[in-house]
């Protein structure tokens, strides 16, 4: 992590500043160290800040990484190290720190044994179905001015979008990208080491108020408890003149009725590693929220016609090289001809995707 960006940061729990006692550094990257505010304590661990709040930890891994720094902290972390002990040891479960922690679980495990091969794939995978509209349809529309700026990734797991299509080395800005599993974030760091990442929940994200340019969530949105909460952090931690932009699932009326059969179908033509906790969200709701912090829509993009999906499938089959790519781009084209004709008459259709992105100020 890098130390510019320990200004942007607060303690999750209380609100507070955050200090910083780095263990272990090169240059101006912090490997190790402990995060302190009052009486919470954070450890840093590989370069990635695990800024969680008591009720989202997992307990006893964050003591086990404590434990492990108290004899080399300064006194001052050490008397915030024994305090986060003692109350993480006596605190007790609540139903959102556990739908939290299932999601850390599901998308630790998702990393795998070979870490070296998820960097390479990371790096170097392309996945057409999603950076394509992406890049379309939001990221161009943020390169222009993102050079200089803070551009802030909610739930970014590994970044893998943001390393391909709008990598901070290539384009100068700062990166932080935060995410609930810490496997991921660490992945994110180790394919990106240019970015800064975070464990953090985007629901109290540990970034101070007013401080980013461009918020991002790319299918993260929908995996939260309170979506809409989150998109209120969004605008909490925006500059007067911020962009936040989104990638979501959308609901629409179902063409299969609720059930078992329709999951399983569901499931099936899922192009994408998704936990349990896999909701949708309602566009108009997300517009609303937005526009009550002063954010006002600048791009729009509904897609995912029900050919799409269905085609995505066999497609998806073909080795992701460049004529994979252009079968994409012109489903693409069969898609909106889709939602601009047979979607009208039935949302049973679809659009089951969009892409937004909403500009405060000038
Ligand atoms: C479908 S993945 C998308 C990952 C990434 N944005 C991408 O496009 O590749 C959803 C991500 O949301 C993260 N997530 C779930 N709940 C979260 C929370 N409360 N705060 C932050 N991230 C969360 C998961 O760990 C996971 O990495």
Known sequence: MLECILPLLQCPNSGNELECHPLERTEKDIKSGV???????????????????DEDADAANHIHLLQKMRSSAPKAARLAIDATIERLTAQSDTELGRWNRDEMAYY????????????????????????????????????????????????????????RCLNPSLHSYGYIGIDISYGKAALGRRAMPSGNFIQASALKIPIRSGVIDATLAFGALHH?????????????????????????PINSPKLIPD???RNRVEKALEEYEHSEHDNEISL???????????????????????????????????PPNRFQKHLFQLLFLVDACMIQTICRLSRRFGPRGAIFLAKRGR
């Open 259 to 261: 059930g078992e059969f």
């Open 108 to 163: 630790d495990k998702g990393v795998g044994p070979d870490v070296d091969a998820a960097v390479q794939d990371v790096r170097n995978r392309d996945i057409w179905q999603i950076f394509l509209p992406r890049q379309q349809h939001m990221l161009r529309h943020l390169a222009p001015s993102i050079q200089d700026s803070i551009l802030l990734e909610i739930g970014c797991g590994s970044a893998r979008t943001i390393n």
């Open 35 to 53: 995060m302190v505010g009052g009486d919470y304590a954070y450890p840093i661990v590989e370069h990635v800040a695990v800024l969680l709040s």
């Open 284 to 318: 108009e709701a997300s517009l609303e929220t937005l526009a009550s912090f002063g954010f006002q829509p600048a791009h729009i993009h509904e897609y995912l016609s029900i050919v799409f999906t269905l085609c995505a499938k066999v497609v998806s089959k073909f």
């Open 224 to 248: 939260l408890p309170d979506p809409d909460a989150a998109l209120r952090e969004c605008a909490r931690v925006s500059r007067q003149t911020a962009w936040i932009g989104a990638h979501e």
